[in-house]
């Protein structure tokens, strides 16, 4: 049976198969985690998120790790909230599922993800 843990802690630093980032929809990188998770990555990040395009809010695409301490990096676009306005709560939902789904189809048995949306989306 799956375990959730609750932990507040660097993600970047930890020893998972997968972390999950909250990334805008042009998946090169921004401020806040996202920046940090493609700077401590390498520039072969950027190149290969740049390759695959854009993800629209509520998707998810899978990357190499590149230099981070996990396997895989799973960018989902998270919504922007506007009050529970415009299905927010939903897309927030299929943000974590489609990352699940592509943790499932990539064999990944451990991932930690961030509170996606709670930072410049609010």
Not at 72 to 81: D, K, M, R, S
Not at 92 to 119: G, M, T
């Amino acid at each position: 049976m799956p375990m959730l843990h609750a932990i507040q802690a660097d993600i970047i630093s930890l020893s998972v198969d997968a972390i999950g980032n909250g990334a805008n929809e042009s998946l090169l990188g921004g401020g806040g985690l996202d920046g940090e998770i493609h700077r401590v990555a390498g520039p072969a990040l950027f190149d290969e998120c740049e390759r695959l395009g854009s993800c629209q809010t509520g998707e998810a695409e899978i990357t190499n790790r590149f230099d981070l301490n996990a396997k895989l990096v799973i960018h989902t676009v998270g919504p922007e909230w506007r009050g529970g306005r415009n299905g927010g709560a939903e897309l927030l939902w299929s943000c974590y599922c489609e990352c699940i789904v592509l943790a499932q189809a990539n064999n990944v048995s451990s991932i930690a993800f961030p509170a996606i949306s709670a930072s410049v989306f609010g």
